[in-house]
């Protein structure tokens, strides 16, 4: 069975702190992605990985950074955080290939910025 | 730019009732469509995974189908159980990019 996991099931910051959102998968995928969850907005990719130490824009990267220094992890940073990026953060992984090959999730991580 | 839609929005049905979720998407160019269930504050469940060449797939009471030529997909849910009630989402991997795109989702209760 995949595992994906994530740091944090809940997390409250405050504004203007430096927030790492860790994703940690067993599979040897070698993409990563993450998405952030929001009502009525559904889910939008922030940023992804097909490789170590590679990393691309998805639709929505501004306020975010990522780090992929391990094949496994994969991180989410919030250089400083701001209300408005209080949401659920969704990490993903799956391997490479065109077809046969499915997204698995993690279970999330609510974060609360305050 | 690869757009998906479900309708509806939210299902209220009672318990042992057969259903239908549909998914439509705006461009046929694509590998696989994944469907995925997701419990409130949860995160997604793999259901289903249907290649661009098959029609459809099956795993136990669930089917989805295909049709790509359309933009469609459905997933049919045979005997719901108030378990099955959760946000079910589908989200479409093109050939021209790495990304699935998903769904707004449809939200489901099934009624004891």
């Known amino acids: 069975d995949v595992k994906v996991t994530q740091s944090s099931r809940y997390l409250v910051k405050r504004t203007g702190e430096k927030v790492f959102l860790e994703c940690v998968q067993d599979?040897?995928?070698?993409?990563m992605f993450w998405y952030r969850q929001d009502p009525g907005l559904g889910l939008r990719l922030i940023y992804f990985s097909y490789d170590v130490k590679m990393k691309e824009k998805g639709d929505i990267p501004e306020g975010y950074s990522v780090s992929r220094e391990k094949k496994e992890r994969f991180s989410l940073i919030l250089e400083s955080a701001s209300t408005n990026q209080t949401s659920m953060y969704l990490c993903?992984?799956?391997?490479?290939?065109?077809?046969?090959?499915?997204?698995?999730f993690g279970p999330g991580t609510r974060l609360t910025v305050l | 730019k690869q757009e998906v839609t479900q309708i509806p929005a939210a299902l209220s049905v009672p318990e042992g009732e057969n259903l239908v979720l549909n998914c439509s998407f705006t461009d046929s160019a694509i590998y696989n469509l994944q469907w995925f269930r997701q419990d409130p504050g949860k995160g997604l469940t793999s259901l289903l995974l249907i290649q661009s060449s098959q029609r459809e797939q099956t795993s136990g009471r669930l089917n989805a189908s295909l049709d790509k030529s359309s933009g469609r997909s459905t997933l049919y849910i045979a005997a719901s159980q108030p378990g099955d009630s959760a946000t079910y989402l589908c989200a479409v991997r093109g050939t021209r990019g790495q990304n699935f795109v998903f769904g707004p989702g449809t939200r489901l209760s099934v009624l004891p």
């Open positions: 993903a992984s799956r391997s490479h290939g065109p077809s046969y090959n499915e997204q698995f």
């Open positions: 599979m040897d995928h070698e993409n």
